[in-house]
Each structure stands twice: as structure tokens, then as C-alpha cells.
């Protein structure tokens, strides 16, 4: 009855680096070739960790964008869009609220869980313990079908089930037949989205940790070669290779995490048996990662300088997509205005 549409977004934090390529952008360019996509600036969610610190976010919003283009979106497959040009996701958003269970809300695993790790903000705010709400309004607005998560948000997509049923339990009126005329349920007026699991990024961080910019660890997309290999040149390695002559153990090597990214078995090999019997040093072992993140790197790079130096490009982008979320999030907000008794033409 509906498409097959796929939806995601991002929240604007400024330049991309290599983790949101592995973790995320390289599945968007895969499905955008297989599914209607609509990829979302999500600045609403941004503002309810960042209410005090907005600036952060304007700044942020374009260059996510120009990495997203960089890394292989494509505007002519996929619907790029940002969330508060479509102000059809708040309306939603309020009329889903008048009744979403607020203990359904208490309950969302990282609600909790981020009120601690972020316990230097005040998030004992309405929008923060609103914010999966809006999340499902982001979804439901467009009746997406597959919703691309990690294991950590299928909660929130079990959340949005369960506000798409209730809401279709409250006001779809239009029966459902089978081929005999008998009635099977009610035509749904929100779609019940499915969570398409996606792997978590293997991509670890300078340091061997999650790449993150909390841990200052991360290559950006835009990386130079010459930062790319200064970064790289700095990594820590095996402490217990204190001397070139020394023996190492790859394992204990945030570089060998690195090598299981992007090597091949016999370089993976080389790695190996160089390592473990002293044979190489570890800049010579840096220096097929180096090679490869800086071949990986070379045409986003040029992608994003296209972009950058043509601001009128990204922005025409954007709102043409915008104009076409809008399209489609105005036909669903009719749907459900009309079956909760409030078109008043």
C-alpha cells in the first residue's frame, strides 16, 4: 500500500570523519540504490542536547551535508532534507503526544542512559524526554518502511510500533476486506517501520577506542594526506616494543585494528610475522594504512571541495529536498488531521 521507503538522519555535529563513513554513509549510498531514501539534517534533535549552544548547530548543519555529498549521496537518488524546514514533523510530533503513555517515554533505554553520560547538561527538559517521540514522528511522517539502526536504537523503533499502532487504534475507521468481503482489521493510516539492522562501525580511532570527537581521535573526512599520515605516524603501538629490535604482539596494537579495516590477508600476514619476530618497524607497518586512508580519503576530498566552493549547489539541494519532504509529509498530515476530526474546510 505504501512504498518501500527507507529513512534516516544525523545530527548536525560539523565535519564527518572516517567512523560516520563506516558506520553510516556507506550504507546510505548502498541503499539510496535500492530503496526511495530520504537522508534528514535532524537540528531538532541536535537542540535538546545543545538547547544553550545553537551557533554550534547553524555551523554544523552545512558542512554535515557537504561530507554527506562527499562521501557519495546522491540528491538525484535520495531525498536530502533538514528537519525544521518541514515543520509537519512538530505538528506531528504534538498531535502523537496528546496520546503517547508518558511511562512509555521514562522507559526508553537511552533516556536514562544519556542523562548520565551528558550529566554536565540539564536534560530534565520536556524535549529531551520528548525527543524519541519526535524520532517517531521523523519516521511515521513519512511512512517509511525500514528505519537503518544499530542494536542500541531497536528500542526506539519498537517505541515507534507501538505509537503507529495505538494511533491506528484510535482512529482508523476504514475496514479492511478480504477477497470474500469479510473484515480483517482496519486500514492503517500510520505505517508500522521495521528496523533494518546495520553492523556497528569497525572503525576504531587513533587511539585503538571507538573513533569519536569526544576522544579526540578521529580523521576527518576532509584529512589532508599530510594529517593523514602525521596521525597516523603518532599512533600508539605495543608498549612493549620500547626498541626497534624489540618483538610485538598485533593484538596489543591499536594500528593491527586498523590493518583489519583496510589490509588484505597477505599484508594482514606481513603485519603478523613482522611484528611478532621484529622484522619490521611500526612506522613501516603504518605505512600501508596510511597508503590506504589516504586513497579512500582522495575523492570525497575533491567531491567536498566541489561543494564547499559552491555554496548556492548545497543550498539548492537542500531545498529542493526539502520541497519534496514537504510534499510527502503534507500528504500524511491530511490523512491524519482528517481521521482525528480536524479538517475543517
Same mark, same amino acid.
Given at each position: 500500500?505504501?512504498?518501500?521507503?527507507?529513512?534516516?538522519?544525523?545530527?548536525?555535529?560539523?565535519?564527518?570523519?572516517?567512523?560516520h563513513?563506516h558506520?553510516?554513509?556507506?550504507?546510505w549510498?548502498?541503499?539510496?540504490?535500492e530503496?526511495?531514501c530520504?537522508?534528514?539534517?535532524?537540528?531538532?534533535?541536535?537542540?535538546?542536547?545543545?538547547y544553550?549552544?545553537?551557533e554550534?548547530?547553524?555551523?554544523?548543519?552545512?558542512?554535515?551535508?557537504?561530507?554527506?555529498?562527499?562521501?557519495?549521496?546522491?540528491?538525484?537518488?535520495?531525498?536530502?532534507?533538514?528537519?525544521?524546514?518541514?515543520?509537519?514533523?512538530?505538528?506531528?510530533?504534538?498531535?502523537?503526544?496528546?496520546?503517547?503513555?508518558?511511562?512509555?517515554?521514562?522507559?526508553?533505554?537511552?533516556?536514562?542512559?544519556q542523562? /548520565? *553520560? +551528558?550529566? &554536565?547538561?540539564?536534560?530534565?527538559?520536556? @524535549?529531551?524526554?520528548?525527543?524519541p !517521540?519526535?524520532?517517531? #514522528?521523523?519516521?511515521?511522517?513519512?511512512?517509511a518502511?525500514?528505519?537503518?539502526?544499530?542494536?542500541?536504537?531497536?528500542?526506539?523503533?519498537?517505541?515507534?510500533?507501538?505509537?503507529?499502532?495505538?494511533f491506528?487504534?484510535?482512529?482508523s475507521? /476504514? *475496514? +479492511?476486506? &478480504?477477497?470474500?468481503?469479510?473484515?480483517? @482489521?482496519?486500514?492503517?493510516?500510520? !505505517?508500522?517501520?521495521? #528496523?533494518l539492522?546495520?553492523?556497528?562501525?569497525?572503525?576504531?580511532g587513533?587511539?585503538?577506542?571507538?573513533?569519536?570527537k569526544?576522544?579526540?581521535?578521529?580523521?576527518?573526512?576532509?584529512?589532508?594526506p599530510?594529517?593523514?599520515?602525521?596521525?597516523?605516524?603518532?599512533m600508539?603501538?605495543?608498549?612493549?616494543?620500547?626498541?626497534?629490535?624489540?618483538?610485538?604482539?598485533?593484538?596489543?596494537?591499536?594500528?593491527?585494528?586498523?590493518?583489519?579495516?583496510?589490509s588484505?590477508?597477505?599484508?594482514?600476514?606481513?603485519?603478523?610475522e613482522?611484528?611478532?619476530?621484529?622484522?619490521?618497524?611500526?612506522?613501516?607497518?603504518?605505512?600501508?594504512?596510511?597508503?590506504?586512508?589516504?586513497?579512500?580519503?582522495?575523492?570525497?576530498?575533491?567531491r567536498?571541495?566541489m561543494?564547499?566552493?559552491?555554496?548556492?549547489?548545497?543550498?539548492?539541494?537542500?531545498d529542493?529536498?526539502?520541497?519534496?519532504?514537504?510534499?510527502?509529509?503534507?500528504?500524511?498530515m491530511?490523512?491524519?488531521?482528517?481521521?482525528?476530526?480536524?479538517?475543517?474546510?
Amino acid at each position: 500500500m505504501f512504498p518501500e521507503r527507507v529513512l534516516s538522519g544525523m545530527r548536525p555535529t560539523g565535519l564527518l570523519h572516517l567512523g560516520h563513513y563506516h558506520g553510516v554513509l556507506k550504507n546510505w549510498v548502498k541503499l539510496q540504490n535500492e530503496f526511495p531514501c530520504l537522508f534528514f539534517v535532524a537540528d531538532w534533535h541536535a537542540l535538546t542536547t545543545h538547547y544553550e549552544t545553537p551557533e554550534v548547530i547553524k555551523e554544523s548543519v552545512w558542512d554535515m551535508v557537504i561530507d554527506w555529498l562527499a562521501a557519495g549521496v546522491d540528491p538525484e537518488k535520495a531525498t536530502l532534507f533538514i528537519q525544521s524546514k518541514v515543520p509537519e514533523h512538530a505538528e506531528l510530533h504534538l498531535l502523537l503526544s496528546m496520546n503517547t503513555p508518558l511511562s512509555w517515554l521514562e522507559r526508553v533505554p537511552t533516556y536514562k542512559d544519556q542523562q /548520565e *553520560k +551528558l550529566g &554536565d547538561k540539564d536534560l530534565g527538559t520536556y @524535549g529531551f524526554l520528548g525527543y524519541p !517521540l519526535l524520532q517517531s #514522528a521523523d519516521i511515521l511522517i513519512y511512512r517509511a518502511a525500514q528505519v537503518p539502526v544499530g542494536e542500541d536504537q531497536v528500542p526506539h523503533i519498537e517505541l515507534t510500533r507501538e505509537i503507529a499502532r495505538r494511533f491506528n487504534h484510535f482512529y482508523s475507521r /476504514e *475496514k +479492511l476486506l &478480504d477477497a470474500k468481503g469479510v473484515e480483517i @482489521g482496519r486500514k492503517p493510516i500510520l !505505517l508500522e517501520p521495521k #528496523a533494518l539492522l546495520t553492523e556497528a562501525s569497525k572503525m576504531p580511532g587513533l587511539d585503538g577506542m571507538k573513533m569519536s570527537k569526544s576522544y579526540q581521535n578521529t580523521l576527518a573526512l576532509r584529512e589532508t594526506p599530510e594529517n593523514i599520515s602525521q596521525k597516523v605516524r603518532k599512533m600508539p603501538t605495543d608498549p612493549a616494543r620500547v626498541r626497534r629490535t624489540d618483538p610485538g604482539d598485533p593484538a596489543k596494537c591499536p594500528v593491527w585494528q586498523l590493518h583489519e579495516v583496510y589490509s588484505d590477508d597477505t599484508t594482514k600476514q606481513w603485519v603478523q610475522e613482522g611484528c611478532k619476530s621484529a622484522g619490521i618497524g611500526c612506522i613501516q607497518c603504518k605505512e600501508p594504512i596510511i597508503d590506504a586512508i589516504t586513497r579512500e580519503l582522495a575523492p570525497m576530498r575533491e567531491r567536498a571541495a566541489m561543494y564547499a566552493d559552491n555554496p548556492a549547489l548545497v543550498r539548492s539541494i537542500i531545498d529542493q529536498g526539502c520541497e519534496r519532504a514537504r510534499a510527502l509529509a503534507s500528504d500524511t498530515m491530511k490523512d491524519v488531521r482528517k481521521h482525528m476530526g480536524l479538517d475543517y474546510s
